[in-house]
Structures are given as C-alpha cells and as structure tokens.
C-alpha cells in the first residue's frame, strides 16, 4: 500500500490489514447512521446455493479433493476454509503425494491491495476512516452494552475505534475478534505456499487493486455498513466455536460439515458497492486459471475456498459449462 503525507504513519498499517481481511469493502468512509435503525433483513450471500452434487464427503483421507480433466492434464482443486485456526492440523499425505511434479500450485485469488498514491482525494478519505469516534458514542444503549462487552473481552477500549463510520467500526472489530481468537483466512494457503517452494514447484498468487473501485466504495449506504457492524458483534458475542467445528469437519474430508463455518461478514460484502463485481471477478480469474492449467500436460494444484468452489455459477459450475470434466471427492 502507498500513501503519502500528511497520512499518519500507523494508518498504512491498519488500513493494510482492513483490506487483507475486508476485501473492497475495507476503505469505505461513509456518514454514520442514525443511532437506532430499523431492523433490516440480512443481506443475500452470493454463495448460499450450492450446487448439490459437488457437496460430496471425500474417501481419502484428509481434506476433500474435486478434480478436473481434460485428455492429459488433471488439475486437483482443494476446496479451503475462507476462515480456519491459525496453524490447524490436517493430514497433509495426500497433497504431498500430489504436489510432487506438479506443473503449478495456484493459491486463493483472495489477495488485495490499495494503491492511492498521488490522490488527494483519497488520501483524505482514508483519513476520515480514523475520524469521528469513539464508535461507540453513537450507538443506542443496548447495542452499547453488548459492544463496549465485547471489546473488553478482547482487551480493546474505546479510542480503540475512533470512526463515526458503522462499516469500519466492523471491520476493525472482525479483525480483533479474529486475532484475539487465533483465526485467520491465510490458513491453509500460507502452508502450501512452503511446501510448494520447498518442492521448487511454482506458485501463483493474484492480488487486485482497489483503487479504481474507491469512488463506488464511498457511496455504500450507511445502513448496508451498520447490518454488517450487527452481523459482525453477533459473531464475534458467540465465539470461535462454530468455525473451529467446521475446520475439523473440513481436515477429515467432511464437506458439508466443513461449509458450516461462520459467513456472517462475508455475506455483508456481497451488498457493499463493488462487492459483487470483486466476487464475480474472483470466480471468473479462477476459472480462468484453472482452466489455462489444462493447457499444460501433467497436473496441477489449485486451492479454492469452499463456497465459492461449490456456489451455483460458482467456480467449479463455470468450468463444468465450459466443456471440462468435474470429479467430486467421492469419485477418487
């Protein structure tokens, strides 16, 4: 990330880590809302339907594997958690076994990065990111109660969150929350990653630059930005329970169990502006780079968090109808 001054020098940080963790939705500065709003449905996940069939437990032992082939080259798709225990254990036998002579191991297109240098303008959005707060002077009594609770638990006071902004207000509480409860979405990714390399195998990675997306980033209604903020103090209010459940489901192949796992911020990205274009790209790229691995002969490893593996028009539906072949883990 580049910023020039007057930016504080603590706020390229934080701002990298809300952009790692929110994707497009990490930048935005927008008015708060009012202090009570009217309850609003929760928003739709782009990844709810799945495609039935593809939600098969795995025979092998570790996590579940999908395969897609072609006349000489079979690509091996691992679906991962997009939210998972830092340094989880799972049985590694069967992607060792793969990853020797693999032509390519293609990581999660999940990477982004925000690139604003030279904008004055949005130098001083950023700002306004920080400015405002505490957050927590704005909420209605009962909300307060439940997030000055919560905070304290997670050893955080109130200039902690110095934003008048609900969506940044939940951004950095899912990032305490996953920190203080040793979560993260770069696991099992960053592991690969070393075992890739130690093997000499090439790795792939893809990053994509928020800054042409700021302008439509800024216009997200406060009111999307406080049903997150909820979705987000309710998750982090019930624990890490779920989501260690559904990581142990996913290491022993358990699919259905595995796609238990919590979503409730990244169901909010899908209705912040610019979050459906980001999760479309994502799939099509994915897609896309499966299916240049095809054009090699051999194999390859490709990993692909979960829902969007198995959605309907989600990654593995594409390449189906595209002509290729789709093998579930119940097919090894």
Same mark, same amino acid.
């Given at each position: 990330?580049?910023?020039?001054? /007057?930016?504080?020098?603590?706020? +390229?940080?934080?701002?990298?880590?809300?952009?790692?963790?929110?994707?497009?939705?990490?930048?935005?500065?927008?008015?708060?809302?009012?202090?009570?709003?009217? +309850?609003?449905?929760?928003?739709?996940? /782009?990844?709810?339907?799945?495609?039935?069939?593809?939600?098969?437990?795995?025979?092998? +032992?570790? +996590?579940?594997?999908?395969?897609?082939?072609?006349?000489?080259?079979?690509?091996?798709?691992?679906?991962?958690?997009?939210?998972?225990?830092?340094?989880?254990?799972?049985?590694?036998?069967?992607?060792?076994?793969?990853?020797?002579?693999? &032509?390519?191991?293609?990581?999660?297109?999940?990477?982004?990065?925000?690139?604003? !240098?030279?904008?004055?303008?949005?130098?001083?959005?950023?700002?306004?990111?920080?400015?405002?707060?505490?957050?927590?002077?704005?909420?209605?009594?009962?909300?307060?109660?439940?997030?000055?609770?919560?905070?304290?638990?997670?050893? @955080?006071?109130?200039?902690?969150?110095?934003?008048? &902004?609900?969506?940044?207000?939940?951004?950095?509480?899912?990032?305490?929350?996953?920190?203080?409860?040793?979560?993260?979405?770069?696991?099992?990714?960053?592991?690969?990653?070393?075992?890739? @390399?130690? @093997?000499?195998?090439?790795?792939?990675?893809?990053?994509?630059?928020?800054?042409? @997306?700021?302008?439509?980033?800024?216009?997200?209604?406060?009111?999307?930005?406080?049903?997150?903020?909820?979705?987000?103090?309710?998750?982090?209010?019930?624990?890490? !329970?779920?989501?260690?459940?559904?990581?142990?489901?996913?290491?022993?192949?358990?699919?259905?169990?595995?796609?238990? &796992?919590?979503?409730?911020?990244?169901?909010?990205?899908?209705?912040?502006?610019?979050?459906?274009?980001?999760?479309?790209?994502?799939?099509?790229?994915?897609?896309?780079?499966?299916?240049?691995?095809?054009?090699?002969?051999?194999?390859?490893?490709?990993?692909?968090?979960?829902? /969007?593996?198995?959605?309907? &028009?989600?990654?593995?539906?594409?390449?189906?109808?595209?002509?290729?072949?789709?093998?579930?883990?119940?097919?090894?």
């Amino acid at each position: 990330m580049f910023l020039h001054s /007057p930016i504080p020098r603590s706020l +390229p940080r934080v701002l990298k880590r809300i952009a790692a963790l929110t994707l497009v939705a990490a930048l935005a500065a927008v008015p708060a809302v009012a202090q009570t709003p009217a +309850p609003a449905p929760l928003p739709d996940d /782009p990844d709810a339907t799945l495609v039935e069939e593809l939600v098969v437990r795995g025979r092998l +032992p570790g +996590p579940a594997w999908w395969r897609v082939t072609d006349a000489d080259t079979t690509v091996y798709v691992l679906g991962v958690p997009s939210l998972a225990p830092k340094r989880m254990e799972w049985d590694r036998a069967i992607f060792e076994r793969r990853l020797q002579g693999a &032509n390519v191991v293609i990581l999660p297109f999940v990477n982004v990065r925000a690139k604003v !240098g030279g904008s004055v303008g949005t130098a001083f959005n950023l700002l306004r990111l920080r400015s405002g707060g505490p957050f927590e002077d704005r909420l209605d009594p009962a909300t307060r109660a439940r997030f000055v609770a919560v905070r304290t638990r997670l050893g @955080q006071d109130a200039k902690h969150y110095p934003t008048s &902004n609900p969506l940044a207000a939940g951004v950095q509480l899912a990032i305490d929350y996953r920190d203080r409860s040793e979560l993260t979405n770069m696991d099992p990714a960053k592991l690969v990653r070393l075992l890739a @390399q130690r @093997q000499r195998v090439k790795v792939v990675e893809k990053s994509y630059d928020l800054g042409p @997306q700021l302008s439509g980033i800024l216009r997200t209604p406060a009111s999307t930005g406080r049903i997150c903020f909820d979705e987000v103090l309710s998750q982090a209010e019930a624990g890490p !329970g779920v989501t260690r459940a559904a990581a142990r489901a996913w290491a022993v192949g358990d699919v259905e169990g595995a796609l238990q &796992n919590e979503r409730t911020y990244e169901r909010c990205l899908a209705v912040i502006s610019g979050g459906r274009t980001y999760d479309e790209r994502t799939k099509a790229d994915t897609a896309a780079a499966i299916a240049g691995a095809l054009k090699q002969p051999g194999h390859a490893i490709v990993l692909v968090p979960l829902r /969007p593996l198995l959605a309907q &028009n989600g990654v593995l539906e594409r390449l189906r109808k595209q002509g290729l072949t789709v093998k579930t883990p119940g097919e090894e």
